[in-house]
C-alpha cells in the first residue's frame, strides 16, 4: 500500500461528528469536529460530514478529492451494500432509511463506506488497539448504553448482521428494568443512562449524593463519564453503590462470554471505560474471577487504547475492508 | 471417498460405552454398547472399548483392522494432539492423565483419535443432523449437567479449547448454587443434577410429589429424564414448576448467547432434552422471547435428530477431520 494512500474517516454521533484524514500507515495527518445539526435531517447531517472531512483535509494539507474513500461509522442499523442506515434513533430528523452514504459522497465526491459506530471502533481497537496482539477478544463499550462485539479470528463476528449485543445479555432473570424494555439485562445495571435514572430516582427518595453538585458544577445537564469519575473520587457513596453494581453486572456478563466462546483477552471502551481507565477494568477483572469456569486461564482485561479516535479510525479502515 | 471406507466411533461414559461402525456415507453397519468397567482403572476401559468396536464389527461383518480409524468421545479435557484426556471424573479409577488413544490403540491395533463428549455430538448434530443446513447455531445439551457448544461458519467453535460452557452463563447474579460451585449458571436451574437435589430438598421439607414413586417404579435410584418426563404427564405440580424454571434458565442463557452471536438456530439434545422433545423446545423458544433483542428475526429452535447415537457418530467423525 504506497504511503500517500489517503483515507478519511468519521465518527458520527448525535452530539457531534469527529473527522480525520489518515495515510496508509494509518497515521493521523487531520483532525476535525463539528457539532451533529439538530435541524435539517440526514441533508443537513450529510453537509456537515462534508464540512467536518473539509476541515480534517485542509488541517492535512490534502485536497478532499484526493482521499480514497471516506467510512462513517454511524449509529443504527447499516446495510452497507446498499449505503443506508435505519432507525440511526440519536440522530435528530433521520427516522427511517437513509442513503446517507450517497448523501455524503455527492456532498464530496468521494467514495463512501457505512458501518456500525460500534463494530468500527471494535475493528479500530482489533488492529490497531488494545486488541491487535489478540486473535480472540470481547470488546465492551461502557458508555450512555452497552456496546460490544466479539472479534474471533482477529474479525469481528457479525452473525446474521446484529451480532455484538452484549450489553443485552441477561444477567439477573425477573431483575431491572432496561433502558431497551426488557429485564435484567447488563446495560439496565451499567449503562449511563440506567445509572442516571437510578441516581435521580435514590435522590428524589432523599438519598444524599455529590453527582448532582459535580453536574451543575461542569454546566452540565447529563451525568457524563466525569461527573462520575469526579463523584468517585470525592468518595461519594451512591456514586461507589452504583458503578461497584455496574461493575458486577458487567463482570458477570463477560464472564458468560468468555465460559462460551473461551477468548484470550477482554478490551473495555466507551466513554465510561475510559475515564475509569485501567483501576476498574481490573475491579471488572476481579469480579469475572468468580464465574470463569476456567480460573487458572483467564482472559486478559485491557483498557481500549484508542480513545475517542477510535470511532474515526476504525470508519477509516471501511475503506479498507471489502467485506464491509 | 470409497464406500467401504469404515470408520469406528465410540461414546465413552461414565455408565456404558456405545461403539459403532459406520461407512463412507455414515451408514450405521454395526452397533454394540457394554458397561463402563467400575474397577481396573484405564487399561480396563480401553480393554471394554476394543470389545465393544469388536462386537460392534462382528455385527457390521467386518474385521476391525479394516477400519481406517476409532474415534473415541470422552468426558474430561482432551489434548488430542497428545491422545490423553484429563479431569475425566465421570470414569472411574481414570484420575489424572490417561493415554486414553495409546491404550486403545494397542488394544485394537488401529489408528484412534480423541474428542471431547459433548462436543463431538454437537459436531455430529452440525454435520448430519438438526444442523446440517444451519450456517451457525447454539447446541445445547439439556442432560445431567447443561452442555454446549458454538458452530459458526459450520464449525465448532473452540476457543482457547474449551469454549462452550453455556451451562456456565449466569443468568442470576447471586442466585442459586451451581453443582460447580459458583452462583446463579444456567445448570445451576436447569442440570438434570440439580433439578433432583431441588426436589429431594422440597420433598425433605414436606412437599408432595410423585417424582419418588415414579423412581422406585422404575427400580431407579437417580431421577431420570423418563422419571421427570413421567412425573411431568401426570401433572406433577412439582416437577413442573421445577422444569419451567429449567426452561426460564435455558432460554434465558441462550437468549444472551443470540443477542451476542446472532446465530441462526438452536439445537436442544441432551438426556432430558430429547426425552422431553418438541414441545419444551416450542416452550424454551417461547421463553427466549421476551430477552432478543431482535425479536422480528429470531433464531429456529429445534431438537437434536441424532438422539443416542449423536456421541458415537461425532466420535466417528473425528477420523475423518485431522483439525481435531
Chains 1, 2 share one sequence.
Not at 450517497?102 to 463512501?112: D, K, M, N, R
Not at 463506506?113 to 488497539?129: I, S
Request: aromatic residues 2%; charged residues 25%; contains cysteine.
Amino acid at each position: 500500500m504506497p504511503v500517500d494512500h489517503l483515507r478519511g474517516g468519521i465518527d458520527l454521533g448525535g452530539t457531534k461528528i469527529e473527522a480525520i484524514v489518515v495515510d496508509g500507515d494509518h497515521k493521523l495527518l487531520g483532525q476535525a469536529r463539528r457539532a451533529t445539526p439538530t435541524s435539517g435531517g440526514p441533508q443537513a447531517v450529510a453537509n456537515e460530514i462534508a464540512g467536518a472531512i473539509g476541515d480534517a483535509a485542509k488541517l492535512a494539507s490534502v485536497d478532499v478529492n484526493r482521499l480514497s474513500g471516506i467510512g462513517i461509522g454511524t449509529p443504527g442499523a447499516v446495510d452497507a451494500q446498499a449505503g443506508t442506515v435505519t432507525s440511526a434513533k440519536n440522530l435528530p430528523g433521520c427516522e427511517g432509511v437513509v442513503p446517507l452514504a450517497e448523501l455524503v459522497q455527492s456532498a464530496t465526491g468521494v467514495g463512501v463506506r457505512l458501518g456500525n459506530d460500534v463494530g468500527v471502533a471494535l475493528d479500530a481497537e482489533a488492529r490497531l488497539g488494545a486488541g491487535r496482539d489478540l486473535a480472540s477478544f470481547v470488546g465492551v463499550f461502557w458508555g450512555t448504553g452497552i456496546g460490544g462485539g466479539v472479534i474471533l479470528h482477529g474479525k469481528r463476528w457479525l452473525g446474521r448482521g446484529a451480532a455484538g449485543e452484549l450489553g443485552h445479555m441477561v444477567v439477573k432473570m425477573d431483575g431491572a428494568i432496561c433502558p431497551c424494555g426488557r429485564r435484567g439485562c447488563v446495560e439496565a445495571y451499567a449503562g449511563r443512562r440506567a445509572l442516571e435514572a437510578r441516581a435521580r430516582k435514590e435522590h428524589a427518595e432523599g438519598r444524599k449524593t455529590k453527582l448532582f453538585k459535580a453536574m451543575e458544577k461542569k454546566g452540565l445537564e447529563r451525568m457524563t463519564s466525569s461527573v462520575w469519575a469526579h463523584a468517585l473520587e470525592h468518595d461519594d457513596e451512591l456514586a461507589h453503590e452504583l458503578i461497584d453494581r455496574a461493575v458486577d453486572a458487567l463482570a458477570t456478563g463477560i464472564a458468560s462470554t468468555v465460559n462460551l466462546l473461551d477468548v484470550e483477552g477482554v478490551v473495555i471502551g466507551g466513554g465510561l471505560g475510559t475515564r475509569l481507565g485501567d483501576e476498574y477494568a481490573q475491579r471488572i477483572r476481579d469480579a469475572m474471577r468468580p464465574h470463569l469456569f476456567v480460573p487458572e486461564r483467564e482472559p486478559v482485561v485491557r483498557v481500549a487504547e484508542l480513545g475517542d479516535l477510535s470511532g474515526a479510525l476504525g470508519a477509516s479502515l471501511l475503506v479498507l475492508d471489502r467485506t464491509h
